[in-house]
């Protein structure tokens, strides 16, 4: 059965104290039970993940994460994996006991209004204290929406589901098109995918499936052809294709076989756009003209895979650029969730080079550019980067008006 994808899901995560009831709440919210839940404080140790539909909404995630006040060096760790969790999340609920409120609670508020997370409180054991009217002055005066539960007594739940159906539908960033602002109903597109060794076996690789989802969304169409067959596709087509979209390793053979005339551009340069911001990786990619030998460059990718002999991300992208600075650079590269957690460990790097982060939300990866631009150090993507290595850069970013 295919799945909606990560990055095209609302990330909602619970957050709180050990032992407030958020493995309850989630269990509660979900009718299942997927969170252990005891009375001893710390059961859930790594963030637990609950895929599903909710109404009106559409696909969601929910996180159960370890409560952000756990200690011990174990704790520390899982505090650690659960920061990684508020990074990506469209929507936080901090369950609070009502009594218990204090620096901890104002502390988090304080962390999610830096990053415009939408936050709902849920005083949970309701039945053991209520928010004074102190406390929802507080609230009122941050702008907080709270609803009061009682997770194990399923109290409260509705109200909670609607809270978060109403932030998810006027918050959150409406669903965006990758394409729809560059072809209309109609346009033929030519996409290019080399079939070589880092292709998978069977299949294309998700930012190539969601370009052609995107474009019959648009009710354009699409021809896929390797990158050696360009030349003949577009010599069969009658009319000229609204532009040519290719894997940014192919990028070269691809600018010497479209005429000049046809747009073209990277599904790499699209994602820089469609997950992140554009004008800040186009920035970012004229630190390349500053590096010199031993700089550190972070190298970041989403998704997790086993490099392979010529991999983009540990081979190719470090050659490339060694032989344009004419000397050994510093990489460092990241996979997955692994990326620098303080300013500090940010600070180190000249320069941060990413992947189109197709399996990220967009929050997620709009919180790592706002990282990078909080510890000063430019940050890039993978597409712009080749197409900027390789020359083609002012061609490449032709189709989006931005230089
Ligand atoms: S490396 Fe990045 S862009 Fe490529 S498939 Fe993985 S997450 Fe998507």
Known sequence: MQTTPYGLRTHIGILGRRNSGKSSL??????????IVSE?????TDPVQKRMELTQVGPVVFYDTAGL????????SRIQKTNRIIDRLDIAI????ADQWGEFEERLIKKLESSDTPLIVAFNKADVALPDGKLTDWLIKHKLQWVKTIATEEKGINELRQLIINTALEKTSAPRSILGDLVTADDMVILVTPIDSEAPQGRL???QVQVIRDLLDNNAGCIVVKEN?????????KVKPRMVITDSQAFKQVDADTPYEIPLTSFSILFARFKGDLQTFVNGVRTIETLRPSDKVLIAEACTHHPLEDDIGTVKIPRWLNQRIGGELRFTNKHGADFPDTIEELKEYKLVIHCGACNFSRRQMLNRIEKCKAA???????????????????RALRPFNII
């Open 205 to 207: 690789i998700l930012p």
């Open 40 to 44: 001893k404080a710390g059961t859930t």
């Open 69 to 76: 006040d756990d200690t011990g060096k174990l704790g520390q």
């Open 94 to 97: 901090l369950v609070a006991v």
């Open 26 to 35: 989630l269990n509660a919210i979900t009718h299942q039970k997927i969170s």
């Open 376 to 394: 000063g150090v430019p940050i890039t993507n993978y597409g712009i980067t080749i197409s900027y290595i390789l020359d083609i850069f002012d």
């Open 229 to 237: 067959r360009l030349k003949n596709a577009l010599n069969q087509l």
